[in-house]
């Protein structure tokens, strides 16, 4: 049973398209991420919701917008992308508590391919 | 701001060796730290963490002590395995009041173990 789920697994896509990623996790976590990682396996967080409310936004192109219609789903949309957004996409969830001890747990991740 | 610094690869070694693989850390206060393992193909998978000083993380034959004098948390293995390869990250816990908490990630170490 998978704990963190995301689809698709990989995306070609032509620039100037708008797709859209899911996610959604059945660890019963208060807590999702989307992190981005590059060509060069470098790992950033773009965002993190809390109980659906937005706490992190990380500076991303406003062309990213997620959205979680639930705490157990956190979805991706990209408008207009770009060559320069071609990555590796992943989700993770995470219970938070007041120790930041806590583990967060990340699913297979989206090869996006802007062409 | 918080920062995580690991040692370029990639890493080869032959099978039974012994591998080190250093991180150091730039934060305020007293972060958790924690070694994630990539898996060619796969995501993230928490490898062991430490949530204070003096603490040491292990599993799977693996260790690292969180050493807040020399702000380190050095990846240790005595015997390596050809499925040891695989892409190591060390990440620090940024949290935000207890809303959720950011991972903040160095720039991973590849792993080539040789039979």
């Known amino acids: 049973d998978t704990a963190v789920s995301q689809t698709p697994k990989y995306l070609v896509t032509q620039m100037g398209n708008d797709k859209s990623i899911k996610c959604e996790q059945n660890l019963g976590h208060d807590t999702m991420y989307w992190y981005k990682q590059d060509s060069k396996k470098f790992l950033k967080i773009m965002f993190s919701?809390?109980?659906?409310?937005?706490?992190i936004n990380e500076t991303v192109p406003n062309r990213f917008s997620p959205k979680s219609p639930d705490k157990a789903h956190l979805n991706l949309h990209i408008n207009s992308l770009e060559l320069g957004d071609s990555a590796v996409y992943f989700c993770a969830s995470s219970q938070v508590g007041k120790v930041m001890n806590t583990e967060a747990f990340f699913g297979q991740g989206t090869r996006l391919t802007v062409v | 701001g918080n920062s995580v610094t690991q040692m370029e690869g990639p890493v080869t070694l032959s099978e039974e060796a012994f591998l080190t693989i250093n991180c150091t850390y730039t934060a305020t206060g007293y972060p958790s730290l924690f070694w994630y393992v990539q898996y060619p193909g796969e995501g993230l998978q928490l490898l062991l963490k430490?949530?204070?000083?003096?603490d040491k993380g292990s599993n799977k034959g693996f260790e690292a002590t969180y050493r807040k004098e020399t702000t380190s948390f050095h990846l240790e293995k005595g015997s390596v395995q050809v499925s040891d390869s695989a892409v190591y990250f060390c990440?620090?816990?940024?949290?935000?009041?207890?809303?959720?908490?950011?991972?903040?990630f160095g720039t991973g170490t590849l792993l080539a173990v040789q039979p």
């Open positions: 990440a620090l816990s940024e949290g935000y009041g207890g809303a959720t908490n950011k991972l903040i």
């Open positions: 430490a949530t204070k000083a003096d």
């Open positions: 919701y809390n109980n659906k409310e937005l706490i």
